[in-house]
């Protein structure tokens, strides 16, 4: 085994030749993503429609007062990011910044040609194996198309700001909005996969995880007791904790770091990584094959069955009362053919009588 300059063994990671990312979407990601994929020219009117958003000035903004990644500048983060694009076979780079922020945080950002921005505090507070995670993900949200939709969502959350005073327009857009943050959390489980298929350290990323919620320093930090605060956030409390949840997640386009930390935890348990690392993948050159009902089944069978195994006491009460309904329906039809039966046993008698 290998050592890096510090002396500390190197995982060596599996090159995943020709990776589509339908390998790392996320059910209910994909089942959105191949839908609007089969509306031909519909990225194109898309971009044609938000012509008047100025990418390219965009871009200018983080050209001007960001540093660009490469060989020379911030040599470190481009080797990691060289990294995780050569295991996920991703050839063409997209650009690469890094902006002044204290916060652990990164964001793929473009409409043409996507481009991917990270902080001061990713580069500062991450370690190698955590970094390449975190720019994995990114490269996930690039190569899955999501640049393009995130970005549409951002403009359209603008528009929602500027046309509160129109109340049916804003309430258009905010229905619109909703349903895209609701796409967009699934899509942050999908890149949460394309980050660790890009590390292929499943303690890194949960590592990086960790970070994103309390900072990057984790010598006081347990990584059992963070994944009991996953289960303890999934399924404990009340009634009352359940609607604190969800107003906590309505309105965000990321899922809570303990609830990512599960689904990713999750998805390893299930073996499809383990798959995914022994060559069993989807490839680029079958994209064309997908299937709009198969990828939408899939999708509604995800959220059946997070329906089904979900341990929130809302959710709880809603599949009892779902049962109890159904019950209710069935004693109601055996009564209703009960009382049928004997009525037309009554009729017989009554003719028989008569």
Same mark, same amino acid.
């Given at each position: 085994?290998?050592?890096?300059?510090?002396?500390?063994?190197?995982?060596?990671?599996?090159?995943?030749?020709? %990776?589509?990312?339908?390998?790392?979407?996320?059910?209910?990601?994909?089942? &959105?993503?191949? &839908?609007?994929?089969?509306?031909?020219?519909?990225?194109?009117?898309?971009?044609?429609?938000?012509?008047?958003?100025?990418?390219?000035?965009?871009?200018?903004?983080?050209?001007?007062?960001?540093?660009?990644?490469?060989?020379?500048?911030?040599?470190?983060?481009?080797?990691?990011?060289?990294?995780?694009?050569?295991?996920?076979?991703?050839?063409?780079?997209?650009?690469?910044?890094?902006?002044?922020?204290?916060? %652990?945080?990164?964001?793929?950002?473009?409409?043409?040609?996507?481009?991917?921005?990270?902080?001061?505090?990713?580069?500062?507070?991450?370690?190698?194996?955590?970094?390449?995670?975190?720019?994995? #993900?990114?490269?996930? #949200?690039?190569?899955?198309? #999501?640049?393009?939709?995130?970005? %549409?969502?951002?403009?359209?959350?603008?528009?929602? @700001?500027?046309?509160?005073?129109?109340?049916?327009?804003?309430? &258009?857009?905010?229905? %619109?909005?909703?349903?895209?943050?609701?796409?967009?959390?699934?899509?942050?489980?999908?890149?949460?996969?394309?980050?660790?298929?890009?590390?292929?350290?499943?303690?890194?990323?949960?590592?990086?995880?960790?970070?994103?919620?309390?900072?990057?320093?984790?010598?006081?930090?347990?990584?059992?007791?963070?994944?009991?605060? @996953?289960?303890?956030?999934?399924?404990?409390?009340?009634?009352?904790?359940?609607? #604190?949840?969800?107003?906590?997640?309505?309105?965000?386009?990321?899922?809570?770091?303990?609830?990512?930390?599960?689904?990713?935890?999750?998805?390893?348990?299930?073996?499809?990584?383990?798959?995914?690392?022994?060559?069993?993948?989807?490839?680029?050159?079958?994209?064309?094959?997908?299937?709009?009902?198969?990828?939408?089944?899939?999708?509604? $069978?995800?959220?059946?069955?997070?329906?089904? $195994?979900?341990?929130?006491?809302?959710?709880?009460?809603?599949?009892?009362?779902?049962?109890? @309904?159904?019950?209710?329906?069935?004693?109601?039809?055996?009564? @209703?053919?009960?009382?049928?039966?004997?009525?037309?046993?009554?009729?017989?008698?009554?003719?028989?009588?008569?």
């Amino acid at each position: 085994m290998t050592t890096d300059d510090e002396n500390r063994p190197v995982r060596r990671r599996i090159t995943l030749t020709g %990776i589509s990312s339908r390998a790392w979407e996320h059910p209910a990601d994909r089942g &959105a993503l191949t &839908a609007l994929r089969e509306l031909r020219g519909f990225d194109d009117v898309v971009k044609a429609f938000f012509g008047m958003w100025n990418e390219r000035g965009f871009r200018l903004q983080f050209l001007a007062g960001a540093i660009r990644v490469d060989h020379r500048q911030y040599p470190r983060v481009y080797q990691r990011f060289t990294e995780a694009a050569a295991t996920l076979d991703v050839v063409e780079l997209p650009e690469l910044y890094v902006s002044q922020d204290p916060i %652990i945080n990164g964001s793929a950002i473009g409409l043409d040609k996507p481009f991917i921005v990270v902080t001061t505090g990713a580069v500062e507070k991450l370690d190698d194996d955590e970094l390449r995670a975190m720019l994995g #993900h990114e490269i996930g #949200h690039v190569r899955s198309g #999501h640049a393009v939709y995130k970005t %549409i969502l951002m403009i359209l959350t603008r528009w929602a @700001a500027s046309l509160s005073w129109l109340p049916v327009g804003a309430i &258009a857009l905010r229905a %619109i909005i909703t349903a895209m943050l609701e796409w967009w959390r699934k899509a942050e489980l999908s890149a949460d996969r394309a980050g660790l298929l890009a590390g292929q350290d499943p303690a890194a990323s949960l590592r990086l995880l960790m970070k994103l919620a309390g900072g990057g320093d984790l010598s006081q930090i347990d990584t059992a007791a963070f994944l009991e605060q @996953a289960a303890e956030y999934e399924s404990g409390g009340d009634l009352r904790d359940s609607i #604190h949840k969800i107003g906590m997640t309505l309105g965000s386009t990321h899922p809570v770091p303990v609830a990512r930390a599960s689904e990713l935890r999750k998805w390893v348990d299930s073996g499809a990584y383990a798959e995914i690392l022994g060559g069993d993948y989807p490839r680029r050159d079958s994209d064309g094959d997908a299937s709009v009902a198969d990828d939408v089944k899939a999708a509604a $069978n995800s959220y059946r069955e997070t329906f089904s $195994n979900s341990q929130d006491p809302l959710v709880g009460l809603l599949r009892k009362l779902g049962d109890g @309904a159904g019950d209710l329906a069935g004693s109601a039809v055996r009564g @209703a053919r009960g009382w049928m039966g004997d009525a037309s046993r009554r009729g017989r008698r009554d003719g028989e009588e008569g």
